[in-house]
């Protein structure tokens, strides 16, 4: 949540002056000793105040029997103590005015009513003094700036801290050391290492905005395994997309609280993930899927120059390598396209005839003889044709001049702004690249795959700063209890969706057998016939939808068919809905939810009754415009019939992508009193227009106001 008191915790937790353990103990290896140990160990610059009322001395410096002794205030204070002492200790810290108090001890929010009862008494301790709160049950803060290492990770004393460019901030006390110890692996230093716990105040989302605001973090890991604040994480987003440092999120835990409306197919296929997955891209951050992926690409991250695009050309001594190194481009979103006529020409000039001066290029054994290859091609490389280079040398070593292609690939980077990355199993190779600055890997799937990242992360950050600009970032509800909802009949929510602005399909709605005989004669034929409930939202599962009906006492005794029917099921029926079957080239659907915390979230693709059993559709979140609607929709399966295909007429994308925008800026504006719409099947008319064929409708019971019918 955003700082309730000022900023004055950020100070305490990345630079405090002073700091007290509470639970100190004389034990290093105990949770209240290893804080105590890792910072006289690393010679924390600030002072350590050990707080155990049985011991005048903890591990060789002077203990206190209490916060009330101390000669001053501490910025932080580390609470260690369990159950309602641990509470005991944060409301001494609150009278005393410490800003920042971590909270170690476990068995609150996380263990039941009981526990988050006290949690909760906790925070309000806490607010009540301006005072913020790490955890309960959080691993603790390690900023290695100041060797300020208030925590218990026992990675710290198996691998030696060392002040670097990355922040890791992570919800999870584990996953907040896990990518410290492969970073370092890699001699990477860190700089901060934040684990947050039950998150019953500070965030995830406030640390990784305090680390985009340190000129010196270069890079930000993030583990979630809940985003509870957005608003503040979008904060971060933009802060680091404005200081071009890139940002990954590795989101865990994914629940099915995005299908709490199951009866809407876009409860169904807007998943929570895929909201998630919008909602991280629409804000520049690059999800990753699994740990190794977090760190894979940080040296490439961290020294590559900003990469402009997707092209990639590959250079390499063998054939098979160039092969494999076009499949793995792909894989990873890369283009390998084919050189101008010029470039490929100028490029031949430079190899022996049998050589490939096509891309890839492979100079083949040759590069054993001339060690001048790499200088007389790469020159003839530039922006025209190239926004990252990729080299892969299998073969290396004895014979071959790595110093010398080093120094030509560097050359050639520090004059065109195009990183070059290079793949080597080979290590002394590798180190000859990195000592000329260059980035080398062993493999070349995991120097495409941080390849891939780079394009990735720059691709996404350009399009969030776009959408920054562009449009005003609406305001979001803190999550909180699920409203109570009910549906609208599909009368009722085709009327609505008609006053928004939505095109529907010609219908009527008939009390009795008289209203389906006029509508038989003043609709186009044929119809379809339905039965009109608020209580049976999908129809079509009791045989509740008839469709091709053209003959009117047909009509009529499917209607009093239906009657019945829902009379034997105990539902309510309104009517019968008869509706014109206009003939489409495609059912698509628009579907648009509230959720809690992020806003409107918007269903767009292929529709029909098979949405679920086969989803072609993408997700969107607040804000966006009709650039990235139509961008999004270009990922579609059914993308290839935006064209004319056999003959056939385009389908209608941009006309699909402007009401998708507006009805997704309708629910938005409703401010959470329409719950979710689906408008399934969508029909692609054979004129390019759109017409809703059918329609569903979720509104909140509790809102003060009814659904209004203009933006």
Not at 225 to 249: F, K, V, W, Y
Not at 380 to 407: E, T
């Amino acid at each position: 949540m955003a700082a309730q008191a000022g900023e004055d915790w950020i100070a305490a937790a990345l630079k405090p002056r002073s700091i007290a353990i509470i639970g100190a103990s004389d034990n290093p290896e105990k949770i209240g000793g290893r804080p105590i140990k890792y910072m006289l160990r690393h010679q924390y610059r600030g002072v350590i105040y050990p707080i155990n009322p049985g011991r005048r001395e903890v591990q060789g410096i002077r203990a206190w029997p209490s916060l009330d002794a101390l000669p001053s205030t501490p910025d932080l204070a580390v609470v260690c103590v369990p159950g309602l002492a641990a509470l005991e200790a944060v409301a001494a810290c609150a009278r005393m005015g410490v800003k920042l108090c971590i909270v170690i001890s476990s068995g609150f929010g996380e263990t039941g009513p009981a526990g988050l009862a006290t949690q909760q008494e906790m925070v309000s301790v806490a607010k009540d003094a301006g005072m913020r709160l790490v955890g309960p049950n959080s691993q603790g803060l390690a900023s290695f700036d100041s060797n300020a290492l208030a925590t218990f990770a026992t990675l710290l004393g198996e691998v030696p801290p060392r002040d670097g460019p990355v922040a890791i901030v992570s919800q999870s006390g584990a996953m907040s050391m896990v990518p410290y110890a492969l970073l370092r692996n890699q001699g990477i230093g860190v700089r901060y290492s934040f684990a947050t716990g039950n998150e019953a105040d500070l965030t995830v989302s406030d640390f990784a905005l305090a680390a985009a605001r340190d000129p010196e973090v270069k890079l930000i890991l993030l583990y979630l395994e809940d985003l509870l604040d957005p608003a503040t994480l979008a904060q971060a987003a933009q802060c680091a997309m404005e200081r071009g440092i890139p940002m990954l999120a590795l989101k865990a835990g994914v629940s099915d609280r995005g299908k709490a409306a199951a009866l809407t197919h876009t409860g169904a296929v807007a998943t929570e993930d895929k909201v998630l997955d919008a909602w991280f891209r629409q804000n520049g951050i690059l999800r990753v899927a699994d740990m190794r992926s977090l760190v894979q690409g940080a040296r490439l991250l961290l020294r590559a120059p900003r990469i402009n695009g997707r092209r990639l050309v590959i250079l390499s001594n063998s054939g098979a390598a160039c092969v494999m190194g076009a499949d793995a481009a792909e894989r990873h979103g890369l283009e390998v396209p084919p050189f101008p006529p010029a470039v490929q020409a100028a490029i031949a000039g430079s190899l022996p005839s049998f050589a490939s001066a096509q891309n890839p290029v492979d100079l083949t054994a040759a590069l054993l003889t001339n060690n001048h290859l790499f200088g007389d091609v790469l020159p003839k490389l530039d922006a025209s044709c190239c926004d990252a280079l990729f080299i892969s040398l299998p073969m290396s070593g004895l014979g071959y001049d790595a110093r010398q292609f080093a120094q030509d690939s560097a050359r050639f980077q520090e004059a065109t702004g195009i990183p070059v990355v290079l793949a080597c199993p080979l290590e002394q190779t590798r180190r000859i690249f990195d000592e000329a600055g260059l980035v080398a890997f062993e493999h070349d799937e995991d120097a495409m795959a941080a390849l891939g990242q780079l394009a990735r992360i720059r691709t996404l950050q350009h399009e969030a700063g776009r959408l920054w600009r562009g449009i005003a970032r609406p305001h979001h509800p803190r999550k909180g209890p699920l409203p109570a909802t009910r549906f609208l009949s599909e009368a009722d929510s085709l009327e609505l969706l008609e006053s928004a602005g939505v095109p529907t399909a010609p219908w009527r709605l008939c009390k009795n057998e008289d209203d389906i005989r006029q509508a038989m004669r003043t609709l186009d034929l044929p119809v379809a016939v339905k039965a009109c409930s608020a209580e049976i939202p999908h129809k079509s599962e009791y045989g509740l939808v008839r469709l091709g009906i053209g003959d009117i006492e047909e009509a009529c005794a499917i209607g009093a068919e239906m009657r019945a029917t829902t009379q034997t099921l105990g539902k309510s029926c309104e009517g019968i809905i008869v509706a014109s079957m206009v003939r489409g080239r495609r059912e698509l659907v628009i579907g648009a939810r509230w959720d809690e915390k992020f806003g409107s979230v918007l269903l767009i693709g292929d529709g029909g009754k098979y949405i679920e059993a086969m989803p072609d559709a993408v997700t969107l979140v607040q804000p966006f415009d009709l650039a990235h609607t139509l961008d999004r929709l270009r990922e579609l399966r059914i993308a290839p019939l935006y064209k004319e295909t056999r003959g056939d007429p385009p389908l209608p994308v941009e006309a699909l992508a402007k009401l998708a925008v507006q009805v997704g800026a309708w629910v938005q504006a409703q401010g959470g009193r329409v719950m979710s719409v689906d408008i399934n099947p969508l029909m692609a008319l054979a004129h390019g227009g759109l017409a809703a064929a059918d329609a569903l409708v979720e509104i909140n019971i509790n809102a003060d106001n009814v659904p209004a019918g203009e933006t």
